[in-house]
T-cell receptor
């Protein structure tokens, strides 16, 4: 059974800093990995989708990497802003779609 | 496009009552997913449809849960009878061809 872990569960950083969020998964037989953000009381918004043949995807200040062999993905956020405060979830598409428990990010102005 | 539409946004009901959650996917999307989110278990996939046909319902927790998709623009998730442990936020998501999912705002269900 696929297990997806995100550590830390919560993270606070000052505005302007670069930061990395981590996602690890136990079964490397995956098709895709997707990063989402969830604002309080809202649904999920897709940020980046990495297909299994890719190693990274970039969108603006966000960069996501994927290392299937080690079962790890990272989401890099450059020059963080208060508007980046949200919960970030990774989701692994394998035999089943499995979500991580998320990292709650707070950017301190 | 208005995005994925879910109704109601909030539902409070008493144990034993029937609850019906509704979802309108984005027009043209081929697949529809129902999720449940709780603090304890995070986000769980309950069931998904492809071209209105249920493909995988292995995430449906019990027979009390049922889902239908009578046409490409409407789906329901029904809980009968509801129990307090069903309290959660239920999300619907749809996808065009390909894996990227678009989520609705969710329905917050409270069963007293």
């Amino acid at each position: 059974k696929q297990e997806v872990t995100q550590i830390p569960a919560a993270l606070s950083v000052p505005e302007g800093e670069n930061l990395v969020l981590n996602c690890s998964f136990t079964d490397s037989a995956i098709y895709n990995l997707q990063w989402f953000r969830q604002d309080p009381g809202k649904g999920l918004t897709s940020l980046l989708l990495i297909q299994s043949s890719q190693r990274e995807q970039t969108s603006g200040r966000l960069n996501a990497s994927l290392d299937k062999s080690s079962g790890r993905s990272t989401l890099y956020i450059a020059a963080s802003q208060p508007g980046d405060s949200a919960t970030y979830l990774c989701a692994v598409y394998g035999e089943k779609l499995t979500f991580g428990t998320g990292t709650r990010l707070t950017i301190i102005p | 496009d208005a995005g994925v539409i879910q109704s109601p946004r909030h539902e409070v009901t008493e144990m034993g009552q029937e609850v019906t959650l509704r979802c309108k996917p984005i027009s043209g999307h081929n697949s529809l997913f129902w999720y449940r989110q709780t603090m304890m278990r995070g986000l769980e996939l309950l069931i998904y449809f492809n071209n209105n046909v249920p493909i995988d319902d292995s995430g449906m927790p019990e027979d009390r849960f049922s889902a239908k998709m009578p046409n490409a623009s409407f789906s329901t998730l029904k809980i009968q009878p509801s129990e307090p442990r069903d309290s959660a936020v239920y999300f619907c998501a749809s996808t065009p061809t390909g894996p990227q999912q678009f989520f609705g705002p969710g329905t917050r269900l409270t069963v007293l």
